[in-house]
């Protein structure tokens, strides 16, 4: 498969999840590239429903799925994420999962802070 891109034209909700979920199937590599766990997509999958947040659409079908450095990464979010996948019976391994090396993490010293600047802010 050539190298495509989704990206959406609007604020969101305009079916992306729905349109890399059918080209997942047939992908040899699914990237989530930029954003951050605030945004979601809901795939089904035969008779089950997956909810995703941080993990590319391909990982419920085992298609090598990364988190590139665009992507803005709560530790605790992707873990949360993956033990819910993992208990609907999604394998998830080194082999079908990375995520880029040079990737910003989320901290909860960067949630203390927006906190304190908007407690400031009044």
């Not at 891109?5 to 909700?13: H, S």
């Not at 605030?38 to 391909?58: D, E």
């Not at 419920?60 to 709560?74: M, P, Q, R, Y």
């Not at 090396?101 to 010293?109: F, H, K, Q, R, S």
Request: negative net charge; contains cysteine.
């Amino acid at each position: 498969m050539a190298n495509v891109t989704v990206i959406g034209a609007q604020w969101g909700d305009e079916g992306k999840g729905k349109i890399v979920d059918w080209l997942a199937s047939r992908a040899d590599v699914v990237v989530r590239f930029q954003g951050g766990h605030n945004a979601g997509h809901t795939l089904v999958v035969g008779n089950t429903t997956y909810k995703l947040s941080l993990l590319p659409s391909g990982i419920v079908t085992g298609t090598l799925s990364l988190i590139g450095n665009g992507v803005v990464l709560d530790p605790w979010a992707l873990r949360d994420e993956i033990a819910r996948l993992e208990g609907q019976g999604v394998s998830i391994t080194p082999e079908n999962f990375g995520i880029a090396d040079n990737c910003p993490l989320i901290l909860p010293l960067h949630r203390d802070l927006d906190g304190l600047r908007e407690a400031a802010a009044g």
